[in-house]
């Protein structure tokens, strides 16, 4: 007699076979979040980056609800493969309870398993991911091999959280369904009932505007930034759900009763079972397409960040180092660099600063008082900066800060305006032409940097001279053109910055943002290569679970006449839709999201985005190859 | 209706054998069979279980291939035909009607009758009336959009037969068709057929275990351990005076059970 225990065992090891690829996701989503957990505990890492342990925190929720969704999916695919398994238990006269310990025993054995070969594997491949991110952060640092107690033990606790779920899952799933369903769980469709034609066109509608309102709001997302963001991806989501719910359902359905019966082959095989899994397809698109969609936008974000951070760093510091009427300083710096073999590109910038008003041509009563930089433009030319001399009497205002703080704006109408400048009760105005992105000067110089033409600035500073707030500006500029030399030259420097709290020298600034950028990139793509890889597992399985299914259809087809091809166009058609479908909604989804998330960015966030959809295009299709490989093999199998 | 040329041949087996596993283990299913089926004929396979009548029935209907020994129907060699010749061949001449229907599940009735003819290029309208004249033979015109799941085993087989003749194919092969219907649904099936035979002129040949399904038939072959034992001809005999012709031969033959009248 064989106990509960040792039929367990012996299913277990025939289901390994079997369902080696639930068996495989148990182990890849245990073994990445071992991976994520030793690099959150890494020394290396905690003592690297400051801002580390927030986005850690934030990102292994992100990793523990993602594994959650991908696990119970799985799970619910695979009971309702084995459903004419646990129903004929019953039918043998075995309680459900007894069916509920089984599955359980087997459900626990199956995850230890898992468990055990996903610390060796993440403990294998977590020191390859250490190196991955210190290699981003650009930095150089000893890698150790140690093996992390603390993230075992977290992998543990996320082990038990699967099973705990997974188990409640089985147990409804037992106590719920009668033996009648469990036998005919594929002969029936899952919404018989057809759709309701006015409610569904309206809901159809609905959901489609809702999108689109979505899309709209993600136009103007900065104002009012909080609940416009909630409204945008509420409306999104829903719109999505139903999108696949209704929209889709409702289209197959028209379609299918305007073929009145000649639905054809290869309608036959792609969209009748797509329509009689409505809604278990509809669930799990919707999921996949929300999933694919956060995964592009933040990735695309993540890198648009670190692969910009060159440019908008440039963008706040010009100079790799810049001294400020502090000539004595600069030429004892000077004389370091040479000393340690430097190249370095010197200049000097002779700038004057007043105070004056920006007018604002949309409301005449602003004339609030500010410091005004002036700066000869053919001066800057002769430090390599790369503009042109304004014409005399106008100028151009350089404010890299200038979208951050909504003053970009092309429909504010701002430029071009006049500047006034006050001088014993006599008034001067200036034209200033336009605003740019970007500064000419190192962010910690005072004032609005104002480009004029050398003879202009002399102009005001004849004229301005003798006013309170009148300053002659001495700046020195140095540029090291050589990467190496400059980040020994930001060590030399350190000892004349280090009266200020925030560092202005170029390098260090550089360095800064790219650790961070780095870790956020690192990040994204860590949980967004879990995201992927478990959104295409979950259409793998859920597509082998309907092959299997359909095995009797094929051979029932051969007999009809039809041959491989002819049964493969359809089984292809059906993959477009449901990978290309969800895939095509995402990268629309992400666009947008992209769209209205950039106004945190200055650089350009297309090419990253780009670069970001084509490779998850790339990955993603490697599973809908798998999947129509593997349907090409049970089609064959079953018409031999 | 075509004009029908009575007693022309549709099929033509000739020395047909079947062995299974290799040497050692050999199991020499079919061991030589000859069988001539003319046109409009309803030709029934019986005899006891092992006999080898489905073996029989997959090899005459190009599922199986023969070991040894030729197939002809409508004079082409079935076993020189390539496979993609042969899936053509099926889709044209051959109908089938299974015991479990074999039915798609995702389909409507009448998508499932209009399956075979999906990749002919039979214009929608003739295809349309086909089907109508079919569905009103069969009687199943008013569950034209319903679903496998929610008609009876009887109104399953009744489509399956509509699948089986939508294309007018030379000849129709049904494997224990009534097995799984109650004795109503399994009679009211057997007159469809009987119908069908008579007034489209459709070939048919069966296999089955019960002698009443085979009074229906113009033909009985009996099969015993792979080989022909007898054959009982209907002619004008009532179709009670045949099934007890048939009782006889099985209580000689012997071996299979037999389900009463």
């Given at each position: ?25 148990l ?6 979040y ?71 025993i ?15 594997c ?91 309102y ?21 409306s ?29 082959l ?49 963008r ?90 909504g ?12 500047i ?29 940097q ?19 707030d ?22 030399l420097?350190?000892?004349y ?10 390098y ?13 990139i ?10 992927l ?13 309907e ?40 990268i ?53 | ?11 033509q ?6 062995t ?6 050999a ?53 020189k ?62 569950l034209?959009?319903k ?17 089986a ?14 097995g ?29 275990h ?35 012709e048939?009782?006889d ?5 012997g ?7």
């Amino acid at each position: 007699m064989l106990t509960v225990f040792e039929l367990a065992l012996r299913s277990m090891r025939q289901n390994v076979k079997h369902y080696y690829l639930y068996f495989f996701a148990l182990i890849f989503s245990m073994s990445l979040y071992f991976v994520f957990a030793s690099l959150q505990h890494d020394q290396a890492v905690q003592n690297m980056t400051h801002t580390s342990v927030a986005f850690f925190q934030i990102a292994g929720v992100m990793l523990i609800v993602i594994v959650g969704i991908f696990t119970v999916s799985a799970n619910g695919i695979f009971l309702r493969r084995r459903s004419r398994e646990i129903g004929l238990y019953q039918l043998i006269g075995l309680s459900k309870g007894w069916v509920v310990r089984f599955l359980l025993i087997e459900n626990i054995l199956l995850g230890l398993g898992a468990l055990l070969v996903a610390i060796i594997c993440g403990a294998l491949v977590s020191r390859l991911f250490v190196l991955i991110l210190l290699n981003l952060l650009g930095l150089e640092g000893i890698v150790g091999i140690s093996f992390s107690v603390q993230a075992a033990f977290k992998t543990l606790m996320v082990y038990l959280l699967i099973i705990g779920v997974t188990s409640i899952q089985m147990m409804l799933m037992v106590y719920r369904s009668t033996l009648l369903n469990l036998f005919q769980a594929d002969k029936r469709p899952d919404l018989s009932a057809p759709p309701k034609a006015v409610a569904s066109a309206i809901f159809a509608l609905l959901g489609l505007t809702l999108i689109g309102y979505g899309y709209e709001l993600s136009g103007h997302i900065d104002k009012e930034l909080f609940p416009n963001a909630l409204l945008m991806l509420g409306s999104i989501i829903v719109g999505t759900y139903l999108l696949f719910h209704v929209t889709m359902r409702w289209c197959f359905y028209r379609f299918r009763k305007r073929k009145d019966g000649h639905l054809g082959l290869t309608n036959s095989l792609s969209i009748a079972p797509l329509m009689h899994h409505t809604k278990a397809n509809a669930n799990s698109l919707a999921l996949i397409t929300l999933l694919s969609a956060m995964t592009i936008t933040l990735i695309s974000m993540a890198y648009s960040f670190y692969y910009s951070v060159e440019q908008e760093t440039r963008r706040d510091l010009p100079y790799d180092f810049m001294f400020e009427n502090d000539q004595q300083e600069a030429l004892s710096f000077k004389m370091e660099l040479e000393k340690e073999g430097i190249d370095v590109n010197h200049h000097v910038v002779q700038a004057v600063l007043t105070t004056g008003i920006i007018l604002d041509p949309n409301d005449e009563s602003y004339r609030f008082e500010e410091s005004l930089l002036w700066l000869p433009a053919e001066h800057l030319k002769q430090t390599g900066a790369d503009l042109n001399v304004p014409p005399d009497g106008v100028a151009i205002l350089y404010n890299a800060g200038a979208s951050l703080a909504g003053d970009l704006d092309e429909h504010s109408k701002r430029y071009p305006t006049e500047i006034v400048l006050e001088q014993h009760g006599q008034t001067v105005m200036y034209t200033l032409r336009t605003l740019r992105e970007r500064n000419i000067m190192n962010l910690n110089a005072p004032g609005s940097q104002l480009l004029v033409s050398e003879a202009t600035m002399d102009k005001i500073a004849e004229q301005m001279a003798g006013t309170p707030d009148y300053k002659k500006i001495h700046f020195d500029t140095y540029q090291v053109p050589d990467k190496e030399e400059l980040a020994i030259a930001s060590s030399l420097y350190e000892k004349y910055d280090n009266d200020e709290p925030l560092k202005y020298d170029y390098y260090a600034q550089y360095k800064k943002v790219l650790e961070l950028t780095g870790l956020l990139i690192f990040i994204a793509a860590f949980l967004g290569l879990v995201f992927l890889i478990s959104t295409g597992s979950i259409l793998y399985f859920k597509q082998m679970t309907e092959a299997e299914q359909e095995k009797q259809s094929f051979k029932t087809l051969r007999q009809l006449g039809f041959d491989v091809d002819m049964i493969m166009k359809g089984i292809i058609r059906k993959q477009i839709i449901v990978f290309l479908l969800p895939l095509s909604i995402a990268i629309l989804h992400s666009i947008f999201a992209i769209k209205a998330a950039s106004f945190m960015i200055r650089s350009d966030t297309m090419l990253p985005a780009f670069i970001v959809i084509a490779i998850y295009t790339v990955i993603y299709f490697v599973f809908a190859l798998f999947t129509i490989g593997y349907y090409r093999n049970i089609v064959k199998k079953a018409m031999s | 209706m075509d004009q029908l040329n009575v007693g022309e041949t549709v099929l033509q087996a000739r020395n047909i054998h079947k062995t299974y596993g290799t040497k050692g283990n050999a199991q020499h299913v079919l061991k030589g069979i000859d069988l001539r089926v003319t046109r409009s004929e309803f030709v029934g396979i019986m005899g006891p279980s092992g006999s080898g009548k489905t073996t029989l029935l997959n090899v005459l209907a190009t599922i199986d291939h023969t070991t040894d020994g030729t197939v002809l129907i409508d004079d082409a060699d079935i076993s020189k035909l390539s496979n993609t010749a042969l899936s053509t061949f099926r889709r044209n001449k051959l109908g089938f009607i299974f015991q479990d229907y074999n039915l798609l599940d995702t389909l409507t009735v009448k998508e499932n009758i209009l399956l075979p003819i999906s990749l002919s290029k039979m214009s929608k309208r003739k295809a349309e009336s086909q089907f109508t004249d079919i569905a009103n033979v069969l009687d199943i015109k008013a569950l034209s959009h319903k679903y496998p799941h929610e008609i009876s085993g009887g109104q399953k087989q009744r489509t399956a037969a509509g699948r089986a003749l939508i294309h007018q194919p030379s000849i129709v092969f049904a494997d224990e068709p009534t097995g799984a219907l109650d004795s109503k649904s399994a009679s009211s099936l057997l007159d469809v057929m009987e119908k069908v035979n008579q007034q489209r002129g459709v070939t048919v040949v069966m296999v089955t275990h019960d002698p009443v399904a085979s009074s229906y038939c113009s033909r009985v072959v009996f099969l015993k351990d792979g080989k022909i034992y007898s054959e009982l001809y209907r002619g004008d005999k009532t179709r009670h005076a045949f099934f007890n012709e048939i009782m006889d031969v099985q209580a000689v033959l012997g071996g299979d059970h037999v389900d009463g009248f």
